[in-house]
């Protein structure tokens, strides 16, 4: 069983829909991460959470930390969106879910 | 922040041959990592990279496979060593910064994406 889960695995949306992706961890953490990775193969850093909720842009991370959940949320996607999402969680180690393949279409 | 530049950014290599992959961050870092990234799956950390001493290989990992250089706290190498073409993977570098600590920021170079023949 993986310490980190996300879902779906696969996504895709048309242009302007709301989008969210989701992850479920079973370890304690002090931070949740979500990274973006296009496909040449870089990632970057969206949002590194510990509590409540982040806002940059049309991005939207939030946190429960009772319930072990975070989601990214993206408003008003783009075909620049598509990407794979991957949450991560970093306790005294790090844990890494397989990722969200988004695509979105215009 | 961290800015990492990693190179090569892309290879394709004969089987049996080594090929060395190099990370430069433009601030020191404590903690540096590689992680390795097979087709369709997530990121699995291959070692933790310490300065003046040996790298720390998680489980499955070893030293004659993937020697690791870290001379500086800026600096890394990571060598895939007679390799196959079950190495065909995206090899990426990884700091935690600024604070250092496990639970600060992640940032990660562009990856190398090597293909084995």
């Known amino acids: 069983k993986n310490e980190v889960e996300q879902s779906p695995q696969n996504l895709t949306a048309q242009e302007g829909e709301f989008i969210t992706i989701n992850c479920s961890y079973s370890v304690g953490i002090s931070a949740l991460h979500w990274l973006q990775q296009h496909p040449g193969g870089g990632i970057v850093s969206l949002f590194m959470?510990?509590?409540g909720k982040k806002k940059h842009g049309r991005l939207i991370a939030t946190i429960n930390i009772q319930e072990k959940h975070s989601s990214l949320h993206i408003t008003a996607s783009h075909p620049r969106d598509s990407a794979v999402y991957i949450c991560a969680a970093t306790g005294n180690q790090f844990y890494f879910g397989t990722g969200t393949s988004l695509t979105v279409i215009p | 922040s961290a800015v990492i530049s990693q190179k090569p950014s892309r290879d394709i290599c004969q089987r049996g041959t080594s090929l060395t992959i190099q990370c430069q961050v433009d601030?020191?870092?404590?903690?540096m990592f590689w992680y390795r990234q097979q087709p369709g799956q997530s990121l699995t950390l291959i070692a933790t990279a310490n300065q003046g001493s040996e790298a720390t290989y998680e489980s499955g990992f070893v030293i004659d496979k993937f020697p690791i250089s870290r001379p500086n706290l800026t600096f890394s190498t990571l060598t895939v060593s007679n390799m196959s073409p079950e190495d065909s993977s995206i090899y990426l570098c990884s700091v935690v910064g600024p604070s250092g600590r496990v639970g600060g920021e992640l940032f990660f170079g562009e990856g190398s994406r090597l293909t084995v023949l």
């Open positions: 959470l510990s509590s």
């Open positions: 601030s020191q870092v404590t903690m």
